[in-house]
């Protein structure tokens, strides 16, 4: 089992960078298949931000250019770095990895962090 801690939220103006951490324990990061970083708004499907797998990552379309997905092995972390932020980007910012196990795909989602944007 994977348990990931996210950190880095919190309230910046429009334009402005915050960068995201997870953390994650019970599994090394370079072993599993795929991690990514999702949003969420009340009463909103959750939404793909970013997401790795088999060496490629894609973003969503509303953050294309302007967020990175990345990670540091050795940290057992992954990041991801927003810039230029716009008011249509608080949300909750949940991470996630896949991992194989047990001859099966398994998904881990850590608890979520606030991002707000204000005028």
């Known amino acids: 089992q994977v348990q990931l801690v996210e950190s880095g939220g919190g309230s910046v103006q429009p334009g402005g960078s915050l960068r995201l951490s997870c953390v994650a324990s019970?599994?090394?990061?370079?072993?599993?298949?795929?991690m990514g970083w999702y949003r969420q708004v009340p009463g909103v499907e959750r939404e793909l931000v970013a997401i790795n797998r088999d060496g490629s990552t894609n973003y969503g379309d509303s953050v294309k250019g302007r967020f990175t997905l990345s990670r540091d092995n050795a940290k057992n972390t992954m990041y991801l770095q927003m810039n230029s932020l716009k008011p249509e980007d608080p949300a909750v910012y949940y991470c996630?990895?896949?991992?194989?196990?047990?001859?099966?795909?398994?998904?881990?989602w850590g608890q979520g962090t606030q991002v707000t944007v204000f005028s």
């Open positions: 019970g599994r090394s990061i370079g072993s599993i298949n795929a």
């Open positions: 996630s990895v896949w991992y194989s196990e047990y001859g099966r795909e398994w998904a881990s």
